[in-house]
């Protein structure tokens, strides 16, 4: 039973394949080429899919809570109708009337990215489908993932708590892309949290409210 986990990178996403031990790397274009994958079972994402159309995701802020230290690698999803900004001072206004809040930079460089997803995974959306945070992944397969993953610390952590589940280091060493280590490490988390997600004993935080296009709010790991 294989499984895709999926992480965004410059404009496209790195893809990392797991069937049993064995995973392997590679780049997709976009959204619509991710769902297109045929022989997997489960696509886990990072990148929020319900969303919103008015306040906060209770996903979110239970995840941040679940995460002493590294919180703020849990962006707050952007609420649905910012979807159909084109600027970001439109995206700030268009946030702050649907919410009362503001927009950061980092999550409106996101935006493209939920957009191009959430009109790939279609009506009703695509159900091998769901979202997950590597972070959430990572203190799951190893307590010891303390360190930010950009630094060497961090991404040894990272290594030696995949290691276990899957061969991360040939994955590595085979990838002929140019990946950065952090997008490749966290599509492999991503991976290995669809394979929890395909044997049924993956654990997940948010109230599984659906959104207005029929998305749960929901992360998974």
């Known amino acids: 039973m294989a499984v895709l986990g999926v992480d965004g990178w410059r404009g496209a996403w790195v893809a990392a394949r797991l069937d049993g031990r064995s995973v392997t790397l590679w780049v997709l274009p976009d959204a619509a080429a991710v769902l297109a994958v045929a022989d997997v079972d489960v696509i886990a994402i990072d990148m929020p899919i319900g969303l919103s159309d008015d306040g906060v995701r209770t996903c979110d802020v239970e995840a941040r809570r679940r995460l002493p230290g590294a919180a703020s690698s849990v962006f707050p999803a952007p609420v649905r109708p910012i979807l159909y900004a084109t600027t970001y001072d439109e995206a700030r206004t268009t946030s702050l009337a649907a919410s009362g809040r503001s927009l950061s930079v980092q999550t409106f460089g996101l935006v493209p990215a939920i957009r191009s997803l959430d ?103």
């Not at 991404?155 to 002929?176: F, H, K």
């Not at 490490?185 to 997940?204: K, M, N, P, V, Y």
Request: charged share 30%; with cysteine.
């Open 119 to 221: 009109d790939a995974l279609g009506d009703p959306p695509d159900p091998r489908v769901h979202e997950v945070h590597p972070e959430l992944t990572f203190r799951a397969l190893d307590g010891r993932v303390i360190d930010r993953k950009a630094s060497g610390s961090g991404l040894a952590q990272r290594i030696r708590a995949l290691e276990p589940v899957m061969d991360v280091l040939d994955a590595l060493a085979d990838d002929r892309v140019g990946l950065p280590v952090i997008d490749a490490l966290d599509a492999c988390a991503a991976a290995w949290s669809a394979q929890r997600i395909a044997d049924g004993t993956a654990l997940s935080v948010g109230d599984d409210v659906r959104d207005a296009r029929g998305r749960p709010m929901r992360i998974r790991w």
